[in-house]
């Protein structure tokens, strides 16, 4: 099935840096979220995007809807040991797939004391 | 949020038999409920679409009758995993849908299946 295009494919930060991340489409989507997974558990819900443009915020996490609808980037200020684990992005599209989330490829994040 | 629950958490069989993995929506209904399945170091690939009261949709390449699905409640999906091999061994994530949007969309904690 597609996959959104996920970069970095994995960091390795001091604690108390920023992060940065983003995804990439060929195909533009109306939604577009952004989940971590810890080892051995489902994903969980970050941030939920819905109008291109749109800039919105989680506490230290901040992630924006690309203009074009076919990228989205997803930052993480002062990172803190629990951040640790893997970062999706996902999309939903227009037509055709209906509600279903297509999933990026996953960024690790390994934070460093 | 809304709590997604999966049961078991981890299941060792043997091949050849069969492992069902139940999916359950603890406090809403939902009528649209997804599985996926996800490779060791791998993103979540959707398998299903499971609708309750109607046949699940399967994903290109997913085949029905080794994975079937039913969806008999509005709090109850399972997934069953038929004469498992252990190609089958892989972390199987649901998720249910309990608004319109996607953000609304709830994930369980995932089942590790590891077919001997």
């Known amino acids: 099935g597609q996959q959104l295009n996920q970069s970095p494919q994995s960091m390795f930060i001091q604690e108390g840096e920023d992060v940065s991340m983003n995804c990439t489409s060929s195909?533009?989507?109306?939604?577009w979220l952004w989940y971590k997974q810890d080892p051995g558990e489902g994903p969980v819900l970050l941030i939920a995007?819905?109008?291109?443009?749109e800039l919105t915020s989680n506490g230290r996490l901040t992630a924006q809807f690309g203009t074009t609808r076919k990228d989205s980037f997803l930052n993480i200020s002062a990172s803190i040991p629990s951040d640790v684990g893997i970062y999706f992005c996902?999309?939903?599209?227009?037509?055709?797939?209906?509600?279903?989330?297509?999933f990026g490829t996953g960024t690790q994040l390994k934070v460093e004391l | 949020g809304a709590v997604v629950s999966q049961h078991p958490s981890w299941v060792i069989c043997k091949s050849g038999t069969s492992v069902k993995i139940e999916c359950r929506s603890l406090?809403?209904?939902?009528?649209?409920m997804f599985w996926y399945r996800q490779f060791p170091k791998q993103s979540l690939m959707l398998m299903a679409t499971?609708?309750?009261?109607?046949?699940?949709?399967?994903e290109q390449g997913v085949e029905k009758d080794k994975f079937l699905i039913n969806h008999a409640s509005l709090t109850l999906s399972t997934l069953t995993v038929t004469s498992a091999h252990p190609e089958d061994s892989s972390f199987y994530i649901c998720?249910?849908?309990?608004?319109?949007?996607?953000?609304?969309?709830?994930f369980g904690e995932g089942s590790r299946l590891t077919v001997l």
């Open positions: 998720s249910a849908r309990q608004g319109w949007n996607a953000g609304e969309l709830f």
């Open positions: 195909s533009i989507f109306n939604t």
């Open positions: 995007l819905y109008k291109a443009g």
């Open positions: 996902a999309g939903q599209g227009f037509t055709g797939g209906g509600n279903k989330l297509t």
């Open positions: 406090d809403f209904q939902a009528t649209t």
């Open positions: 499971s609708n309750e009261g109607s046949k699940a949709t399967y």
